[in-house]
């Protein structure tokens, strides 16, 4: 059975490669990404389960790239967590964007492990009842090529 | 002996006596009548001719006649006088019953010194009397007025002396007749006065005749209780027809009470006056056009110019702002404007100076603006620390700030080593399982100390963080309607790390509603008392619950716990910064959490109550006004 893949988007060497090595022992795919533009790129050839995102990353801001996401046919229901240092973080902005979990750093594994299984088991059962909804979403986009269903 | 001439004179005395306009009755020495006339029989009404009455005793006539008078027993007397002196003498004045009056006269005869006989002569001056009873009612009448005017009256004849004085120049009726006639010396001398008064008098008199007008003067006198008496005296001199002066009227008027209001009011506006000219701040007044016409020695300390040499000169012309024109003829033009505040810089010798201005207008009785008047205080120094005090704060605020920022930027930057840390020891444990059972455990107790430790760091920098952007000023409530019950219910799933241990149960009374508030910091405060009941919620304990409850005016929220409680001496120290309860052992906390809440629940016009009992459990309870 393929691993559920995790994508960490964090410029923190040491705290994402712990992360990593973290969630690899609890038996998930996970890639790192250090910047915003190779998290762009890379996110949509490998199409994650869940992403974990920092906000302040070296080239942007985390809000870009979870708006991005979300405005992404083939991501935006992918579960976001943010796990972030920074405490003023505008929480209502985040939410309202999609985001499903905010974690400020630092931060128990524990906590975040049994956050992951939760929204991965809630997107499995959303994945179920909204089949039909995404095969007419899939045959509406063949016809109207453009209209983009944010 | 009756020779022609002489038989002449008896004729014509004879024609004479019974054709004069006089009663007349001649008697010998005997009192026997010897001859009477017409007119004495018409006085008198008597049913008889003159003829008749020759012969008769005068005494019984008398007798008879007597019953003719008013004052029979006067009458009596008179004709007694007049018998036993027996010289010429009258006339008497007698008052009839019927009215008439007459007046009588009597004559004596005498022959070689000889007593010959007499004659009573009487006249009807009834018409005359009349008339002069007239003349007296009138003149009475006249003086009564001018006895019961409350002013002192005379009046003097050109030579100074006193022709009449009423009632109250003089009270005494014997004294004031004795006065017509004399002079102001004379009242001196027979009432023990010094003669000054009579001295003013005089010469004021003779100002009124050289000068021939009103002269007026002011007389003090001292009563004989002590109390002054103020008189305002004044002459006026009477011209006749020939251009002569007739007579002077003198009046006096008490005026003392007069004068003692016009020292009380000369007396406040000294008054006024001193404290206007002794006023720090400038008080003036300005016509229309806005020149000075007062203005009050103030002035000249703040400006330095002369308060003479700047009257007259327009109030703009020492304004630096030429904007001011204007506004000051907009403030005198509106009608709706009665009084204008402003601050504006003024010239004055030295430098410019600021000055706190405040105008009023008079207005006259048609509402019209006719001048105005204000005051102009010197805030120059207070400005300038006023300035001071600001460049001070400014400065403050910089480096709160950067205080703030610094905080921020710690507190921010502290928490990625710290996340890097905590997962870095949650790897250790991991590896940790595979070595031997005796290390491990003493291991574990330390790799759980070090997380908890870093967990409170994190804790820590949030509340500092907070605390810091309160101290700087920079919360601001961000009001909206909230769905409270909503609101409060996502929580749990969102912000606090609940583990499926802990479901916290919410329970709601009355009529939900929407509430204002700042969601933010609310948050923060059911985030940090709910974080507080789970943290000191012990595993076998109850979980705990939310209770909200909707009152008419308010609304409650209880988050109540059933962990370890607050010892009594502690409640107290609750919400002082650091202070935690004895009993938490090595569970983590700031000491800053309650503060937070009470400051933001206080921002919010609510309040924080606390019930709690050692190992029961706290109540914390928020009331939020709608």
Not at chain 2, 443 to 471: C, F, P, T, W
Request: aromatic share 10%; proline share 3%; charged share 25%.
């Amino acid at each position: 059975m393929k691993k559920v893949s995790i994508a960490i988007i964090d410029d923190n060497y040491h705290l994402s490669e712990n992360l990593k090595h973290l969630l690899v022992i609890n038996d998930y795919h996970v890639e790192v990404y250090r910047t915003l533009s190779r998290a762009e790129a890379e996110l949509k050839k490998n199409k994650p389960d869940l992403i974990i995102c920092d906000l302040n990353l070296p080239d942007g801001e985390g809000y870009d790239i979870i708006n991005s996401i979300r405005k992404n046919t083939g991501f935006n229901l992918t579960p976001i967590i943010v796990l972030t240092g920074v405490l003023n973080a505008n929480v209502n902005e985040l939410f309202m964007l999609g985001v499903s979990k905010i974690f400020f750093k630092p931060t128990q594994f524990s906590l975040l492990k049994s956050t992951i299984e939760k929204l991965l088991v809630k997107r499995r059962e959303y994945m179920f009842f909204n089949k039909p909804f995404q095969a007419a979403q899939k045959f509406i986009k063949s016809v109207f090529n453009k209209v983009d269903y944010a | 002996m009756n020779s022609p001439a002489n038989q002449y004179h008896l004729d014509h005395a004879n024609y004479i006596l019974q054709n004069i306009p006089y009663g007349i009755l001649i008697e010998d020495s005997k009192r026997c009548i010897h001859s009477a006339n017409q007119e004495l029989i018409k006085i008198f009404g008597m049913d008889a001719k003159p003829e008749d009455l020759v012969g008769l005793d005068c005494e019984v006539l008398a007798e008879q006649v007597k019953q003719a008078f008013k004052n029979q027993e006067y009458f009596v007397q008179t004709i007694n006088k007049c018998l036993s002196e027996k010289v010429k003498s009258g006339p008497y004045e007698f008052e009839l019953v019927n009215g008439k009056f007459v007046e009588l006269n009597y004559i004596p005869y005498y022959v070689n010194d000889a007593f010959a006989g007499h004659s009573w002569c009487y006249s009807n001056v009834t018409i005359k009397k009349n008339h002069e009873l007239e003349v007296k009612k009138q003149s009475d009448f006249f003086s009564d007025i001018l006895d019961s005017l409350p002013a002192d009256i005379a009046i003097f004849s050109p030579q100074h002396t006193y022709m009449f004085l009423n009632k109250t120049a003089i009270q005494d009726d014997e004294f004031r007749q004795w006065m017509i006639g004399k002079t102001d010396y004379d009242y001196c001398n027979k009432k023990n006065k010094p003669t000054n008064i009579a001295d003013e008098r005089n010469k004021n008199f003779k100002k009124v005749l050289t000068s021939r007008q009103d002269v007026y003067w002011e007389d003090e006198i001292i009563k004989a209780d002590g109390d002054k008496k103020i008189i305002l005296r004044i002459f006026h001199p009477y011209i006749n027809k020939t251009n002569e002066i007739e007579f002077v009227v003198g009046y006096g008027i008490d005026i003392t009470e007069i004068k003692k209001k016009d020292l009380q009011i000369l007396e406040t506006e000294l008054k006024s006056k001193f404290l206007i000219d002794n006023f720090k701040k400038v008080v003036f007044t300005a016509d229309y056009e806005g020149k000075f016409v007062d203005i009050n020695p103030a002035w000249e300390k703040i400006t330095g110019f002369s308060v003479k040499s700047c009257l007259g000169n327009l109030l703009t012309s020492y304004v630096k702002d030429a904007s001011f024109k204007q506004t000051l003829i907009d403030f005198l033009a509106d009608n709706e404007k009665t009084e204008l505040n402003l601050s504006f810089q003024i010239k004055t010798q030295k430098q410019l100076k600021w000055v706190e201005a405040y105008f009023s207008k008079n207005l006259s009785i048609d509402n019209k603006v006719k001048s105005f008047w204000g005051t102009l205080s010197d805030v120059d120094e207070q400005n300038k620390e006023k300035d001071k005090l600001l460049q001070l704060i400014t400065k403050e605020k910089e480096l709160n700030e950067l205080k703030s920022k610094f905080v921020n930027m710690v507190s921010h930057e502290v928490r990625t080593p710290l996340a890097g840390i905590l997962s870095s020891v949650e790897l250790l444990e991991i590896i940790n399982q595979n070595i031997d059972a005796s290390l491990k455990e003493k291991s574990a107790k330390h790799y759980s100390r070090i997380k908890d430790q870093i967990l409170k760091i994190g804790e820590l920098m949030n509340d500092v963080l907070i605390l810091g952007k309160i101290e700087s000023g920079k919360i601001e409530l961000d009001v909206e309607e909230v769905d409270f019950v909503a609101n409060l219910s996502k929580f749990s799933t969102n912000n606090i790390n609940i583990t499926d241990s802990n479901i916290i149960k919410l329970f709601v009374k009355g009529t939900p509603k929407k509430v204002k508030m700042d969601w933010k910091l609310m948050e923060h405060v059911f985030t940090n008392l709910l974080s507080n009941a789970i943290k000191y919620t012990k595993d076998n304990q109850k979980s705990p619950e939310i209770l909200i409850n909707f009152h008419s005016k308010d609304v409650e929220v209880t988050i109540k716990d059933y962990g370890i409680g607050i010892p009594k001496d502690d409640l107290k120290l609750l919400f002082q910064p650091f202070k935690r309860a004895s009993n938490v052992g090595n569970i983590n906390g700031t000491g800053l959490g309650l503060i937070l809440v009470k400051y933001f629940v206080e921002l919010h016009k609510g309040e924080v109550s606390v019930i709690s009992e050692e190992n029961v459990g706290s109540s914390f309870t928020v009331k939020l006004p709608y």
